[in-house]
T-cell receptor, first 113, second 111 residues
């Protein structure tokens, strides 16, 4: 059984640029959630996707957007990057109906300069 | 609003028991979790408990839930140096799409 994978592992961008982060769900999982973890803090929920539709959203502006593909892989896009977007971005997958068991990927460390 | 609070640090000696505490505010919490994060890594789901349970035991881990006081604890028996990590308490409410995390408790295990 393949776990959750994310790419890239590290990324450096400049303020104002756009970034795309990728996630492959664990085999058999059809729901994906994205979280932002700033240094020294707990993860903050960004949004969740199920059946290629956004299923719920946290308190993040519209410049944070996502996609889920038919194979359940997912992308997180962030436009107009700000310095405060520097964080570890975590992807978690789960099965619909068993959302209580979320499995996290290793994360992508984004640095905005 | 929804909030999860934890103490920031805990230091124990190897072989002792560790108890990490957490309080939450959302009375509609359905599932409560403990995750472990090692340096530079993602989150590992350690265990979870349904809100209609009081206790759950899994090998060295014991989770206690006091729903009346909205208090969750994680006890690690025979703590080892490999248990040194950050432990996050989290909750999901009915509806299930949003998980709220605490800021994490950093556990130091002294040899």
């Amino acid at each position: 059984e393949t776990g959750v994978t994310q790419s890239p592992t590290h990324l450096i961008k400049t303020r104002g640029q756009q970034v795309t982060l990728r996630c492959s769900s664990q085999s058999g999982h059809n729901t994906v959630s994205w979280y932002q973890q700033a240094l020294g803090q707990g993860p903050q929920f960004i949004f969740q996707y199920y059946r290629e539709e956004e299923n719920g959203r946290g308190n993040f502006p519209p410049r944070f957007s996502g996609l889920q593909f038919p194979n359940y892989s997912s992308e997180l896009n962030v436009n107009a990057l700000e310095l405060d977007d520097s964080a570890l971005y975590l992807c978690a997958s789960s099965r619909q109906g068993a959302d209580y068991e979320q499995y996290f990927g290793p994360g992508t460390r984004l640095t905005v300069t | 609003g929804e909030d999860v609070e934890q103490s920031l640090f805990l230091s124990v000696r190897e072989g002792d028991s560790s108890v990490i505490n957490c309080t939450y505010t959302d009375s509609s919490s359905t599932y409560l979790y403990w995750y472990k994060q090692e340096p530079g890594a993602g989150l590992q789901l350690l265990t979870y408990i349904f809100s209609n349970m009081d206790m759950k035991q899994d090998q060295r881990l014991t989770v206690l839930l006091n729903k009346k006081d909205k208090h969750l604890s994680l006890r690690i028996a025979d703590t080892q140096t490999g248990d040194s990590a950050i432990y996050f308490c989290a909750e999901t409410n009915t509806g299930g799409f949003k998980t709220i995390f605490g800021a994490g408790t950093r556990l130091f295990v002294k040899a």
